[in-house]
């Protein structure tokens, strides 16, 4: 069923919390408890943005049907929909990263000065789905996909919000909100400021072990670049066979949670 065992322990989890969610759904009425959760749960589910990533390069499952009900969960949890990363980020970004111009998460503003931090955010979330759109019109197909699912996922939050207000805002639409948001934040460090045509200079890594646990080896960015097709739990071998490419200064160590 899954392509990699390595994705086993990760997915399982995520699932984890979408029982909870759902649990909570329909057993709490507490508005204090559901605001709680949601708080407690931000910087966790924070990191299922992460998964979310790979899972757009990788596909998780051998089985396309099991693929698309995963991504309807990660989509309640991150506010990422199918296919609006594999066309933003995988077909975008990746193979436009070097050129500002046409980044799809550039981090230079059409001046050309850089960016902020929380104006790269809010930048790149607010256009998230409209920049994912632009880059389907080379991949009709793909888009389609990202239309149908992304209505979708819309019509069944609608649904959710509609049947218990309080609990839906909670559980699902800030959520949703958020980790769009937490994912466009946490990429900004990932190539702010490196402004290079050398795809060996372009990319921040982390190589804390702490940091690649809960992120899926997103530290080992420039091996990701270099290789986006390499599943994560691929990554820190392929880093040791490209890091002597790698200037030190793009290398740390600390643990950005």
Known sequence: MFKFPEDRFPVSIILVFTCVDFCLYFLSESIWVLATYWFVLIIPKGKICAWNHHHQHTPTFKSKPMNRLLESFYALHTGVTTNLWLLHHVL??????????????????????????????FNVAGTAYYRGYQAGKAHPRIQKEFLTF?????LIVAALVAYNPIAGLFLFVLPMIIGLLLTSWATYDHHAGLDTDNEFEASRNNLHPFFNLITGNLGYHTAHHYKQGVHWSKLPALHEKI???IPNSLITTISWI
């Open 92 to 121: 975008g970004h990746h193979l436009n990263y070097l050129d500002q111009t046409t980044d799809e998460s550039r981090w230079k503003r059409n001046s050309g000065e850089n960016m902020g931090e929380l104006e790269y955010t």
């Open 150 to 154: 992304s209505a979708l996922t819309f």
């Open 243 to 245: 890091k002597d490419k």
